[in-house]
């Protein structure tokens, strides 16, 4: 059985809802997962004014923490078509177990949100696996077995590099049923993926 992490920061709760479908879908495989997120930076006061989702029941995960799973599926929210300042101060802490070669051969995949549909999703996503890579991880995308993705009958995220969910402008558009699926079938496909490599 895998030991599969979902880790992600959220600013209002998109990427979170992604991250416990995610988790989900890993779980349907018998895999164990956790799903943490990365330490607020914003200071709390600021965080409040600018209505922050701050009751998230993820607890806070460690660097130290990574090399005790076999799969890691990373989110965040987009910052100017990158991965936004949080998750970022989280990973470059992370030299450590670069420099061990600790994630080496470990299972990756990214997951994302954006206000709009040409927000930055791919390149978002793209900064995440760009992460991932570094650290020796072997990445799974999106595959087109998740048939979902295609289609322009709706308004949808996802892309063969990861899942993603679009926001609106205001944020009051929440994950589709769609795109909580495709969560759902790469946490599935990353624990399957996991197994296959360690057992």
């Excluded at 779980?27 to 956790?34: E, F, L, P, S, Y």
């Excluded at 994302?112 to 390149?123: A, K």
Aim: hydrophobic residues 40%; negative net charge; without cysteine.
């Amino acid at each position: 059985m895998s030991k599969v992490l979902v880790l992600y920061y959220s600013s209002y709760g998109h990427v979170e809802t992604l991250a416990h479908a995610i988790a989900e879908g890993a779980r349907a495989t018998g895999a164990h997962v956790d799903v943490k997120r990365v330490p607020e930076t914003v200071p709390t006061e600021i965080a409040t004014a600018a209505h922050f989702k701050l009751d998230q029941a993820a607890p806070i995960a460690t660097v130290a923490e990574l090399e005790d799973y076999d799969a890691i599926i990373v989110g965040t929210g987009t910052r100017f078509g990158r991965i936004t300042s949080q998750l970022a101060a989280f990973l470059d802490q992370a030299g450590g177990l670069w420099a061990r070669g600790a994630l080496n051969g470990k299972v990756g995949a990214a997951f994302t949100s954006t206000g709009s549909q040409h927000g930055g999703q791919e390149t978002t996503l793209f900064s995440i696996l760009t992460n991932l890579l570094h650290f020796g991880m072997t990445i799974v995308g999106l595959d087109y077995g998740f048939q979902g993705q295609l289609g322009t009958e709706e308004v949808k995220g996802g892309a063969p590099y990861g899942v993603t969910t679009i926001t609106g402008a205001d944020g009051s558009r929440q994950p589709s049923a769609v795109e909580l699926d495709s969560a759902r079938y790469l946490g599935k496909r990353v624990a399957e993926t996991a197994t296959k490599l360690f057992g």
